[in-house]
């Protein structure tokens, strides 16, 4: 391994960074981890801190997680890949599969199809949903609905449904026949509305009101996170999922829940789904799947999806990856599983969650430039900075930059997405590291 100065120079300048400018990483490098613990990263110079991040919404159990570290070098040792397409398999996907079943059974959804990761989860689910109305007969079910704030991954199709200019604008053109439904985020709408529930209906009637402009005939799927995450964390009223399911059943849509944040215990439920009470055709996990150990997915598929392709000879899946059921990624899958549900990791989820938006609703009480604060539902609270309350102007980016660098230096790693500090810590976090990073915010808003 090259020294620590050797590290520092070369930092942001010949590795292009996701979600910025290759300038900026080099105006500002980048944060160098080299190590962790428990829920804590340590960075190059020895700086340690609770990671309010939880790496990137996916390192649930925390960096110290040894059943998982374990199952992937034993999975190494005895079979480090084999594919899954046609005419091979791997055991440890067949388990894993198995377990999955199990595990969303609730959900409604008891097939699997493995994927990279969660643009990969997302994209298979696009396809797939376009392919289940063709094996049915309807060729021109293509269109995709999604929410504005969504967000579904990079490939072309996620970005396409993706409902936040940030991540679409420098690729256009997108596909075309994806539509967005207004979201429901109380704090900023196009009705105004305060109320949640009025907003939930609002928003529903939108979504009405864009399947009869479209004609229902002419739409694939909707997609759609539970709690819109990457977006800013917007909980939505609990009677909206449920509107939805029953708008998309009744025109012959497909409903895909994006629940590569929210499956696996994010919420405080075990899956999105299940927390709103609603049964999708498809959902697509990623992430926490493995713990953010091994890059790796599953859409999990249900119901009338089932039935059409299984029932069908001609139902040829010309779809799929290299590391589509990839044996470490599974292993690593089965051990995440096990110890997900063996510490009951939801439960910590939604007590800690409780916490932590408490704590972050007590902050606003004491400083204004807190516009809004989002979340309990799990650990997945969002804090919207705005430089003036009366007319919710957003922050600016340099003093966003300085709250989460004086969080970072009184020992939490926060993440700032534009007027945002997004809270996504690991599952397993503690009272007191909860109150390490409300604390650490707390010192950062009082110091500007
Ligand atoms: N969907 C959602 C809801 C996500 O939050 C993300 C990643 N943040 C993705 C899809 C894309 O996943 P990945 O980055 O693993 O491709």
């Known amino acids: 391994m090259k020294d620590s100065n050797f590290l520092k120079e070369h930092n942001g300048r010949l590795m292009w960074h996701p979600m910025t ?36 919404w996916n390192v649930n159990l925390g960096y110290s997680c040894q059943p998982v570290k374990d199952a992937i070098s034993a999975q190494l040792e005895q079979l480090p890949y084999y594919s899954t397409f046609r005419g091979t398999s791997n055991d440890a996907a067949i388990e894993l599969s198995y377990e999955l079943s199990q595990f969303f059974a609730p959900d409604g959804l008891s097939r699997a199809f493995f994927t990279s990761g969660g643009s990969d989860s997302v994209e298979t689910a696009l396809r797939l949903a376009r392919q289940y109305h063709k094996l049915r007969g309807e060729a021109g079910r293509t269109k995709f609905l999604s929410l504005k704030k969504g967000y579904h991954g990079t490939h072309i199709g996620g970005a396409s449904v993706n409902g936040n200019a940030n991540f679409r604008t420098a690729y256009e053109p997108l596909l075309p026949g994806c539509f967005h439904i207004p979201a429901p985020y109380t704090y900023r709408n196009p009705f105004n509305e305060t109320d949640p529930e009025r907003l939930a209906q609002l928003c529903v009637q939108a979504l009405e009101d864009e399947i009869a402009f479209q004609g229902a005939n002419t739409i694939a799927a909707m997609i759609m996170e539970p709690i819109l995450g990457a977006g800013g964390v917007i909980p939505p009223h609990k009677s909206f999922a449920p ?36 049964q999708p055709d498809m ?54 599983l096990k110890e997900t549900q063996r510490l009951n990791v939801p439960e910590n989820a939604a007590a800690r969650g409780t916490q932590m938006f408490t704590g972050c609703q007590a902050l606003k009480e004491k400083y204004d430039i807190i516009g809004d604060v989002r979340g309990g539902h799990g650990l997945m609270t969002a804090i919207e900075m705005v430089s003036d309350r009366a007319t ?3 922050i600016d980016p340099v003093t966003a930059a300085k709250v989460q660098e004086t969080a970072y230096q009184n020992g939490a790693m926060v993440r700032v997405s534009g007027p945002n500090i997004i809270l996504s810590p690991p599952l397993v976090l ?19």
């Open 430 to 448: 503690t009272e007191a590291d909860t109150s390490t990073i409300v604390s650490a915010l707390d010192t950062a808003f009082s110091a500007l």
């Open 283 to 336: 959902m697509a996990t990623a992430k926490a799947i493995t713990n953010g150990y091994f890059p790796f997915g599953a859409v999990m598929i249900g119901g009338r999806m089932i039935e059409t392709f299984e029932d069908n000879p001609n139902a040829r899946i010309g779809h799929g990856y290299t590391y589509s059921g990839h044996p470490v990624g599974a292993a690593a899958a089965l051990a995440c």
């Open 21 to 56: 400018s290759p300038q900026d990483s080099i105006d500002q490098p980048p944060k160098i981890i080299t190590g962790s613990e428990g829920v804590c990263i340590i960075d190059i110079d020895g700086h340690k801190a609770v990671d309010g991040v939880g790496g990137l």
């Open 392 to 394: 919710k102007t957003p």
């Open 243 to 278: 509107m939805v399911q029953e708008i998309c059943n009744r025109h012959g849509i497909l409903l895909i829940t994006d629940e590569v944040i929210t499956a696996y215990g994010r919420t405080g439920a075990w899956s999105g789904a299940r927390l709103w009470g609603i």
